[in-house]
């Protein structure tokens, strides 16, 4: 089933606009990768997505139409987002930053378990549950900023360049552990990542966008086998 579907969406800043046609679905419970250039509209098309930013043509959600709803209640329907920059909240501790991602939830035990969840999923916060999220490295506020969002016990997980300005090796620890999430949780993704190869092993699909339009759709090995995206996109 199609949990989520974008046709022909257009996005602008003002007069300017920026998405002229991007299409693409996630399965109920699929992870779907966005590549693209800088500036091709990757963060604008989850904007579109989390009502941040106007947009025309169709967005459903589990066959909702998304157009016009706020922020929140896009939230509200089970849409987590994890922006570029992360979004953690400085002054907060960890543990606080846990829990105002389940601020919408009622069932105060189910929310323990999940919090211990992740602490297992990302062993580093532990030791980091009264620390304030400004004080940690950029690859636990990011892991921090997964946690967050999978707190609010999404269907579906927006994620932008969480490998942003990490080290490979820490890079490649935040995407094992989504990788481990989406098993073991089914949440589906819409994974928008620049390093393509670290994007690969976590999406079953990807599209590719230039200049506002989604120019490629794929499997993933078919998009690794192409040299266009070889060269652009893989080192190679
Ligand atoms: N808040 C904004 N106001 C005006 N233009 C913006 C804004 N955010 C992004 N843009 C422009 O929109 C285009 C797409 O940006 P963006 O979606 O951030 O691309 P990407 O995430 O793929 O790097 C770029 O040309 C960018 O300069
Ligand atoms: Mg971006």
């Known amino acids: 089933m199609t949990l989520l579907e974008l ?20 399965p109920d419970g699929g992870a779907v990768g966005i590549l693209g250039a800088n500036g091709a509209g990757k963060t ?8 941040t930013v106007r947009a025309d043509g169709r967005i459903t959600f589990d066959g909702r139409d998304l157009r016009g709803l706020r ?4 939230a509200a329907l089970g849409i987590a987002h994890v922006p570029e920059g992360r979004g953690t909240l400085g002054r907060l501790s960890v543990l606080d930053n846990l829990r105002v991602g389940a601020y919408l939830r009622k069932d105060r035990k189910a929310v323990s378990a999940d919090v211990e969840y992740c602490l297992d999923l990302f062993p580093q916060l532990r030791a980091r549950l009264s620390s304030s999220a400004a004080a940690l490295s950029g690859g636990e506020q990011q892991m921090l900023a997964v946690a967050r969002a999978f ?3 999404p269907r579906l997980l927006l994620l932008d360049e969480a490998s942003l300005g990490l080290a490979p090796g820490t890079a490649k620890t935040v995407y094992e552990a989504i990788g481990r999430l989406r098993r ?5 993704m819409l994974v928008v990542e620049q390093n393509a190869n670290l994007a690969f092993t976590l999406v079953d699909t990807a599209v590719v966008l230039e200049t506002g339009r989604t120019v ?9 086998g192409m040299d266009e995206i070889r060269r652009a996109y893989l080192g190679g």
């Open 71 to 74: 922020p929140d209640q896009v």
């Open 44 to 51: 604008t098309t989850l904007r579109a997505i989390c009502g």
């Open 151 to 153: 707190l609010a016990r």
């Open 216 to 224: 490629l759709t794929g499997t993933a090995a078919e998009l690794k």
């Open 184 to 188: 073991e949780s089914g949440i589906a």
């Open 7 to 26: 046709a022909d969406v257009t996005a602008s800043y003002g007069p300017v606009r920026v998405l002229e046609g991007v299409s693409l679905s996630v």
